[in-house]
């Protein structure tokens, strides 16, 4: 069985192999936002990480940890430079936060159904930097980030977190890609036909 993802600095499968046989349980990040993306890749990291994250119960062996860590960008000093995020609108305050609490619970739901435990970490800044330093803070064993599929211009010009952390992350890091939609739409066959 052949599974195609993205990984720089880690062999999964030698990774999974390692913790079963020394029963070392992993400290795992994930680094979360609202994208399809970032959801992917955490529900790809609890299914086939699960045996080095989650508990088992049926011989009382501690569980790992999983971290799932959420960036927010501080753009908003360049829209309010005078005060910071002191003088952001409280219904900015507001909707950020909503967003926040519906991006961890939405999280949270899928991890507690693999039994895996999980603690949340809100930052405030650059995302990339932000999430490696939280990486070499926590100590943690393995980075997963989604990736956005950016194309080449767009990652020059806006830089990628995936590829930043790749490159700075003092810890091995696995970049899970979606995978690709197959594009059989019926739109297309009509065209081909005409």
Known sequence: METYVDAIGVDTEATTTMAKQSKKKLKVMVAMDESKNSFYALEWAVE???DVISAEPETDQAGGLLTLVHVHPTYLQYIYPSGG??????SMKKAREESTA???????????GKMVKTETM??????KEMICQ????????????????????KRAFLGSVSDYCAQHAKCPILIVRPPRETSTSSSTKEHKSN
Request: charged share 25%; hydrophobic share 40%.
């Open 48 to 50: 086939h990480l699960r």
């Open 85 to 90: 995020t002191d003088s952001v609108p409280e």
């Open 102 to 112: 519906k991006l961890f619970t939405r999280s949270l739901e899928i991890c507690r």
């Open 122 to 127: 809100i930052l405030e800044g650059d995302p």
């Open 134 to 153: 939280a990486v070499e803070q926590t100590h943690v064993d393995l980075l997963v980030v989604g990736s956005r599929g950016l194309g080449m211009i």
